[in-house]
């Protein structure tokens, strides 16, 4: 069983730029596909990007090309590298197995002047 943890949110001026991290506990980390997803005020939950076992990544096209998954199994933790944030950025944002049903806190982020 994994569990995670999310750090690295809070509030960041438009262009701005942030980085998530997702710490893992568990010894089968390596297997799982890991997504990062965020829920904004009022919205549903989307998945934002994900990286499988074997380092494909995804990203739901209103990130392309401004953020970035990645993962390191040695410390089992996943990584968001969020650039060029904006306003419509701001969300709670988690990290989760892909498919799994259970939820961590997130870490909130804002984007604002």
């Known amino acids: 069983q994994v569990q995670l943890v999310e750090s690295g949110g809070g509030l960041v001026q438009p262009g701005g730029s942030l980085t998530l991290s997702c710490a893992a506990s568990g010894t089968t980390f390596s297997a799982y596909t890991l997504g990062w997803y965020r829920q904004a005020p009022g919205k549903q939950r989307e998945l934002v990007a994900y990286?499988?076992?074997?380092?494909?990544?995804n990203y739901v096209d209103s990130v392309k090309g401004r953020f970035t998954i990645s993962r390191d199994n040695a410390k089992k933790t996943a990584y968001l590298q969020m650039n060029s944030l904006k306003p419509e950025d701001t969300a709670v944002y988690y990290c989760?197995?892909?498919?799994?049903?259970?939820w961590g806190q997130g870490t909130q982020v804002t984007v604002s002047s």
């Open positions: 989760n197995i892909v498919g799994a049903s259970s």
């Open positions: 990286i499988t076992s074997s380092y494909k990544t």
